[in-house]
């Protein structure tokens, strides 16, 4: 059996709340649900059993040797340029996100999985966007919620979810482990 794997951090409920309350006003935008926020370290896609149980101990292992440290979302953006295809809330890089990011990256290596060709990004993706959606409301959003700074949260722990897509509705995400960060 084969599972769509991803490592990533949770989003407490105080920053959830702000992020749902401006998912609004961007016709055509398919916005994610509450339960879907999450900010991801590393997606790791479809992989079989035996490499699902290989990335839970590498996580257990990177998380117990990485301190908790505060994340800051700020600010909106779209992900696509002229065509945009995601809305997502902007997290502040610093050198703790990037480097847990980068154990995750260099973990899923290890393991024989593909690198990630894209640069490591930090944000939780809000809504994704028909191919109807006009740059024009997409640059409103961005506009409108520029200062967007819910309370900083703390990392204390990195969670491995799997991924269920349906079809005509949000994907459903599982939290299969939960790894506590070190102190």
Same mark, same amino acid.
């Given at each position: 059996m084969s599972l769509r794997l991803f490592a990533a951090l949770a989003i407490p409920d105080a920053v959830a709340r702000a992020l749902v309350a401006i998912q609004d006003k961007v016709p055509g935008a398919k916005w994610r649900p509450r339960e879907n926020l999450h900010l991801?370290? =590393?997606?790791?896609?479809?992989?079989?059993? @035996?490499?699902? +149980? +290989?990335?839970?101990?590498?996580?257990? +292992?990177?998380?117990? =040797?990485?301190?908790?440290?505060? &994340? =800051?979302?700020?600010? &909106?953006? !779209?992900?696509?340029?002229?065509? @945009?295809?995601?809305?997502?809330?902007?997290?502040? !890089?610093?050198? !703790?996100?990037?480097?847990? !990011?980068? +154990?995750?990256? =260099?973990?899923?290596?290890?393991?024989?999985l593909k690198a990630e060709t894209r640069k490591f990004t930090p944000h939780v993706t809000l809504a994704y966007l028909a191919d109807y959606v006009a740059y024009s409301d997409v640059h409103a959003f961005e506009r409108t919620h520029a200062l967007l700074a819910p309370p900083p949260f703390r990392a204390a722990a990195i969670g491995l979810y799997s991924s269920w897509q349906r079809k005509n509705a949000p994907g459903i995400y599982r939290l299969e482990a939960d790894y506590s960060l070190g102190a």
């Amino acid at each position: 059996m084969s599972l769509r794997l991803f490592a990533a951090l949770a989003i407490p409920d105080a920053v959830a709340r702000a992020l749902v309350a401006i998912q609004d006003k961007v016709p055509g935008a398919k916005w994610r649900p509450r339960e879907n926020l999450h900010l991801t370290l =590393r997606f790791y896609g479809e992989v079989q059993e @035996p490499v699902a +149980d +290989d990335i839970a101990e590498t996580l257990e +292992d990177i998380a117990a =040797r990485t301190r908790g440290f505060e &994340v =800051r979302v700020k600010g &909106v953006g !779209a992900f696509g340029g002229a065509e @945009p295809h995601a809305l997502i809330a902007k997290v502040e !890089a610093s050198p !703790a996100l990037e480097k847990l !990011a980068a +154990d995750c990256e =260099r973990a899923a290596r290890r393991l024989g999985l593909k690198a990630e060709t894209r640069k490591f990004t930090p944000h939780v993706t809000l809504a994704y966007l028909a191919d109807y959606v006009a740059y024009s409301d997409v640059h409103a959003f961005e506009r409108t919620h520029a200062l967007l700074a819910p309370p900083p949260f703390r990392a204390a722990a990195i969670g491995l979810y799997s991924s269920w897509q349906r079809k005509n509705a949000p994907g459903i995400y599982r939290l299969e482990a939960d790894y506590s960060l070190g102190a």
